[in-house]
Structures are given as C-alpha cells and as structure tokens.
C-alpha cells in the first residue's frame, strides 16, 4: 500500500500541511521523502508543506516504493503465511536461513523468499524484528515505509509482546526468574555479546517449563527489550546457556541451539485490532 488518504478534522483544523501529518502518525523522515510531488491536498498537488488545511480537506500522501536490495533475488519457495494484510505480512522463517541478504551472503535468505512470494511486483523487504540464521520463528515484513514506521514504534516502545521457546542447560529451583542486565557488543568488531554496566538496559522474563532429561530444561522466554543475542546472552550469564550453543556456551559435534520465536501479540497500528501471531506445535 503506497497511498494513504487523510481528512482533517477540528482537533487540527488551521494546521499546516507538515503539522497535520506529524500529528497524525507520519514521521518528519517521511515527510522529507515525499513533500516533493506526493502530497496532495484535495486532489491538488502541495506545493508547500506550510501551507494551511481546514475541516474537511482531504490529504493524500504516495510513498516512494524504497530502495529494493540489489544483491537479493526473488526466490520461489516454501513461505509459511501465518497473516497478511494491506500493511503487513507475517510468516515463519525456518532455521538455517538468515533474515536480510547483504553483498557477502551465499545462503538462501527469508529477504529472497518473500521477494518471490510478491514476484513479479517489486518489493522492498522491511523487517520489523530479525531472528539469528539459526533461530526458528514469525518475522513480521512491512509492506511500505509508513507501515515500517509505526511498527517499528511499537517495537522501540516495547509495545509487542515477543514469546520464546528454548532449550537450556541446567536445573533450575526457581520456576520463575527475571533477568535485568545491561548487554553490549563484547569489542568493537565483535558477534559476541556481553553483559556489562555501561550497556544497554535489558530484561529477560524466564519461566521453566519442564526439566528434560541429560541436565537440560525447556523455557518458555518473555523478552521485555530486544537486544541482540539476547536471550542466548542473559541465560548464559546465569548460568543457563542454551544447549548447543558454541558462542555462549558448549559446541555440541552435529546440533545447534534450539531457540523458537513463537508468538507476537500487539495492537495493529493502523486498526487498532489486537493481533495474535502464534506458531502452533513449534519444534523446539
């Protein structure tokens, strides 16, 4: 969806084109890509963004489609759709494929799937969370820049609830624990993270499922914050690495980590229905 259509009414009568945009969710980034030939005003093209709106005016804004990713090509494949709309689509990226493709990749990316899937539209992939290569979950995809946008709000704002599922190491007596330790990157050129003082705040709710056999135990995971690695950095520094994890924990020959984002739950930005993502029977 490109085209979103406005209309003013009493709260921001008397605005200016810019300010009644701000006000109603659009971001000044936005608003700077498109004041140049995409706003228009009662059907008539806006000259000037400080120009004044009254009750009833109708504002249309038109997205530019964005910049599509020169090293991804469309690939068709097996795409799970766990939910689309105008705004949004949301599906299952299995392990062992990366989220986003960059210059260097060689591996199948979930980018290339769901540029097939759209295939032979043009399509700029916009990814609200990301999971590891070797994490198992729903990944919510933006269809434009304005859906991007307010997702990423409730994101930053902590306003979608994000569920795991994990395998760790150990035997817990507590059923239930928080983990509030700051994380940042372990060097400068670093994959490894590290809790640390001067990192950033982080929250990790942990509810011990059941214990499993060999010392392992199934947890389901509530994160409060997103930080990178943060799960796999937050149970390894209790003492709980995830099974298989050679990075914050133990190589195991042959097997990785088990880690399942299954659920997402949130207020949909745009009508404001309550959105409940879940992947039934995830393998863990």
């Known amino acids: ?25 659009i971001s000044q980034e936005i ?39 020169k090293y991804a090509k469309p690939t068709k494949g097996d795409l799970k759709i766990l939910y689309e709309d105008e705004y949004f689509l949301a599906v299952v990226k299995e392990r062992g494929i990366i989220t986003h493709l960059s210059k260097h990749d060689k591996t199948l990316s979930l980018e290339e799937l769901v540029l097939g899937y759209f295939a032979p539209t043009p399509f700029v992939f916009r990814p609200i969370n990301r999971l590891d290569k070797d994490t198992l979950g729903i990944v919510i995809i933006a269809k434009d820049m304005l859906s991007a946008s307010k997702l990423n709000d409730l994101i930053i704002n902590g306003k979608i609830e994000k569920r795991y599922k994990a395998v760790a190491v150990g035997s ?12 940042k990157r372990q060097s400068e050129n670093s994959v490894k993270r590290v809790c640390c003082e001067d990192g950033k705040y982080a929250k990790t709710i942990v509810k011990v499922e059941k214990l499993l056999p060999d010392n392992k135990f199934l947890a389901d995971i509530k994160l409060i914050t997103g930080r990178t690695h943060q799960i796999r950095v937050h149970l390894s520094s ?29 207020k949909h930005p745009f009508t404001k229905k309550q959105i409940v993502l879940k992947m039934e029977n995830s393998a863990i």
């Open 31 to 69: 608003i700077k890509g498109i004041k140049i030939g995409g706003i228009t005003v009662n059907g008539k093209l806006n000259q000037n963004i400080n120009d004044k709106v009254y009750i009833g005016d109708k504002v249309e804004i038109t997205l530019p489609i964005g910049e599509v990713n």
């Open 238 to 266: 209790i003492g709980y690495p995830l099974y298989a994890d050679s990075l914050y924990g133990e190589k195991v020959e042959g097997e990785t980590f088990s880690l399942t984002a299954y659920l997402l739950k949130f």
């Open 1 to 25: 969806m490109n085209k979103y259509v406005f209309l003013v009414g009493k709260k921001l009568n008397n605005f200016s084109v810019k300010d009644f945009l701000l006000e109603s969710g």
């Open 172 to 183: 817990p007596k507590k059923r239930k624990f928080i983990i509030e330790k700051p994380i």
